[in-house]
């Protein structure tokens, strides 16, 4: 399994980014795709999921804000994010389902976002 996610950066408050994540070793068209983050001295938290059939899910600190979506021919996540405020700076990272329960401790290279007030 190799789960890289990219398109990170910095970014001033209101802007946008796109996060991708490339999924491997998996079926990826039959799972449900998750983005989690990660800000300093803080738990991991699941931002936004996506089912195979395109149901979406997003937590409150970020609904009507951020985008998710995915592309099964390229085995690939996406999250479109806007208004982006200094609290969504984290490490961005993309997960499975089906991955955590077989390895709950492997969560792939993530993509550092920071956003400058």
């Known amino acids: 399994v190799q789960l890289q996610a990219s398109g990170g950066g910095l970014v001033q408050a209101g802007g946008s980014l796109r996060l991708s994540c490339k999924a491997s070793g998996i079926i990826f068209s039959l799972d449900t795709m998750e983005w989690y983050r990660q800000a300093p001295g803080k738990q991991r938290e699941l931002v936004a999921q996506?089912?195979?059939?395109?149901?979406?899910n997003y937590a409150d600190s970020v609904k009507s804000r951020f985008t998710i979506s995915r592309d099964n021919a390229r085995k690939t996540v996406y999250l479109q994010m806007a208004s982006l405020k200094p609290e969504d700076t984290a490490v961005y990272s993309c997960n499975a389902p089906s991955v955590i329960r077989r390895f709950p401790s492997y969560w792939g290279q993530g993509t550092l976002v920071t956003v400058s007030s």
């Open positions: 996506i089912t195979s059939s395109g149901q979406t």
